[in-house]
């Protein structure tokens, strides 16, 4: 079963940054493009970006394009999401989710973790 611990949320003023983890527990992320996602309070789950097996990268939303970007480090099992120059409208609860292909297709396993928190605020 694909499962996911995302981990690195926090508390941050505007313009700040943070680095979000999302491990693969139980299973070897080598194998499957990722995605990351985000939730809003009251808003739907927004697809942010993706990073193929062979380290693509495919923006799903033009808010994030030139301040998130996206990596991958398979020995670590890890996928991380830098998040530069934030603003409060970030303010969200952040997922990874696990492609069906190793490219982004934008299609997903059903399996979330449950996520980490990113308040932007000062």
């Known amino acids: 079963q694909v499962q996911f611990v995302e981990s690195g949320g926090g508390l941050v003023q505007p313009g700040g940054s943070l680095r979000l983890s999302c491990a693969g527990s139980g299973f070897t992320l080598d194998y499957y493009a990722i995605g990351w996602f985000r939730q809003a309070p009251g808003k739907g789950r927004e697809g942010l970006l993706c990073?193929?097996?062979?380290?693509?990268?495919?923006y799903y939303a033009d808010s994030v394009k030139g301040r998130f970007t996206i990596s991958r480090d398979n020995a670590k099992n890890t996928v991380y999401l830098q998040m530069n120059s934030l603003k409060p409208e970030d303010t969200a609860v952040y997922y990874c989710?696990?492609?069906?292909?190793?490219?982004?297709?934008?299609?997903?396993?059903?399996?979330w973790g449950q996520g980490t928190q990113v308040t932007v605020s000062s």
């Open positions: 989710a696990a492609e069906t292909e190793t490219y982004c297709s934008g299609s997903y396993f059903n399996s």
């Open positions: 990073i193929s097996t062979s380290n693509d990268s495919t």
